[in-house]
């Protein structure tokens, strides 16, 4: 069935570092890749997302990637802050009506001060 | 102010005795879901529900029923809860959109439910 893979389950950054988390995707023919940010006790909430007519998509500090041909999506945070520390989420879905999101395992990111 | 609400918010009870879960939205979103969020799993889909009246089964939907009589509200029911639906669960709603433009999910809060 569809599925999507995260990596690291875990990932420590010092302060100020670039931090990246990958997911790759077995539906070829996801269209979608959304990402969430779920801090402690609290509900996952969207950073940013990209569909799949683009390579690339910046918003200030974070950025994701996406390899269609490989199937892989990426996440990239540049200068880390201790409030960046979260559980982050990728997913993948293929749109239309039901537009059922498949999600990754989630990486525990934690920003050293 | 647009939100997804959830209740309760934390709630433990005994094996078997039923529980409704609610979810009630305020942005006239047409899809609703829910999931339930377990430690290494990520989040799994246990239903959806595309339309008022309209709902169907997502990956893990044994144990659980729902209905979608009115399009703001979209309760989950657990008629004979088990020790193994202990959890995190989230609702989410986001609007149909057309087959490209795929739209973002909005989350509650979520319930934590123990089930002893």
């Known amino acids: 069935g569809e599925n999507v893979e995260q990596h690291p389950s875990t990932l420590s950054v010092q302060e100020g570092d670039s931090a990246v988390i990958k997911c790759t995707y077995s539906?070829?023919?996801?269209?979608?890749f959304p990402w969430y940010k779920q801090e402690l006790g609290k509900r996952p909430q969207l950073i940013i997302d990209?569909?799949?007519?683009?390579g690339e998509k910046k918003d200030q500090r974070i950025a994701v990637t996406l390899n269609k041909t490989a199937k892989h999506f990426s996440l990239h945070i540049t200068e880390t802050q201790p409030e960046d520390s979260a559980v982050y989420f990728c997913a993948a879905s293929r749109g239309g009506a039901t537009n059922k999101l498949i999600f990754g395992t989630g990486t525990l990111l934690a920003v050293q001060p | 102010e647009a939100q997804v609400t959830q209740n309760p918010r934390y709630l433990i009870t005994v094996t078997g005795k039923k529980l409704t879960v609610t979810c009630s939205q305020n942005?006239?979103?047409?899809?609703m879901s829910w999931y339930r969020q377990d430690p290494g799993l990520g989040l799994r889909q246990i239903y959806y529900?595309?339309?008022?009246?309209?709902?169907d089964k997502g990956d893990v939907p044994e144990g659980y029923k729902v209905s979608r009589k009115e399009k703001r509200n979209f309760p989950l029911i657990l008629e004979s809860p088990s020790p193994n639906q202990t959890s995190l669960y989230f609702c989410?709603?986001?609007?149909?959109?057309?087959?490209?433009?795929?739209?973002?999910?909005?989350f509650g809060d979520g319930t934590r439910l123990s089930i002893l």
């Open positions: 942005m006239n979103h047409e899809y």
């Open positions: 989410a709603s986001r609007p149909q959109g057309d087959t490209w433009s795929n739209q973002p999910q909005h």
């Open positions: 529900s595309m339309n008022v009246e309209v709902t």
């Open positions: 539906d070829s023919a996801s269209n979608y």
């Open positions: 990209i569909r799949s007519n683009v």
